[in-house]
């Protein structure tokens, strides 16, 4: 887990820094006295959780909040301040957490059993990751294709959760019901290869005509929706490949989707 405290005031800010590491005390945190100084150290590295003072010299925690949640939109945003009133502002934000100071270890814990961005530990082998804007990860490095196509290639076939998909569908989606068949087979091969360096043959089943991902291969945010667990579906926000737009269709199911708590 990794955390950046914020806050201008030197006494508050070592006493929560304090208390974090008394009820997190294998995480790594990032202690800074100045939006400007937090701007600096997100660029050298993503938190998991940005606790912010609301009130401070020059650019206040909502702005720097802004500035966050734009550069790393699945960072944990928690407000602490001794005002009440920006409970608006982090409501339109959609900030994790808001705590009235001062940090204690309970308001601390009551926090962090509620994050909106569910903290996953780093995983190895492939990570597919739907909600959002669909990315795909190895040992949590992003993969790279040589086409822009191969990745919502895979992302179609994700999509249709391990059913074969004929070649004749998949270019019909990529292109528009355009066919393009050379181009498909620079798809296939750009990912083929791409698979192939990674060790990943057996995550992607190809037969003549043919295409289909092997969900037992992966590590996937909306598979683990549909199955039902914990942290799948606080994973979900309303947001699904949001790049894509033949994927509104699946979008609108997990919006009518509900589940019993």
């Known amino acids: 887990m990794k955390i950046i405290l914020v806050d201008d005031e030197k006494i508050i800010r070592e006493g929560a820094a304090s208390v974090v590491r008394k009820v997190v005390p294998e995480a790594h945190l990032v202690v800074c006295g100045s939006a400007e100084e937090a701007l600096q150290a997100i660029e050298k590295e993503s938190f998991n959780i940005a606790f912010l003072d609301v009130e401070m010299t020059g650019m206040n925690g909502i702005e720097l909040a802004h500035r966050i949640k734009k550069d790393h939109p699945g960072t944990n945003i928690i407000f602490c301040t001794a005002h009440p ?3 608006g502002d982090a409501m339109r934000l959609h900030a994790s957490g808001y705590i009235v100071k001062p940090l204690t270890a309970d308001k601390l814990r009551t926090e962090l059993a509620e994050l909106r961005h569910p903290i996953v530990a780093p995983s190895s082998g492939l990570r597919i990751q739907c909600f959002g804007n669909f990315e795909m990860f190895f040992n949590e490095e992003p993969i790279r294709f040589k086409f822009s196509k191969t990745k919502e290639l895979v992302a179609y076939l994700v999509d249709r959760k391990g059913a074969l998909v004929n070649s004749a569908e998949i270019q019909a989606i990529l292109w528009e019901d355009e066919d393009h068949p050379s181009y498909y087979k620079q798809l296939r091969k750009d990912l083929a290869d791409t698979f192939s360096q990674l060790g990943l043959e057996d995550a992607v089943m190809v ?6 991902v092997v969900p037992s291969k992966m590590q996937c945010d909306f598979y683990d ?7 799948g579906i606080n994973a979900y926000h309303g947001e699904y490949m949001q790049q894509y737009s033949w994927a509104e269709m699946t979008h609108g199911f997990l919006e009518s989707k509900t ?3």
């Open 85 to 87: 009133h920006y409970t």
């Open 207 to 212: 037969v003549r005509g043919g295409m289909s």
């Open 225 to 231: 929706y549909l199955d039902g667990t914990p942290q």
């Open 259 to 261: 589940y019993d708590y």
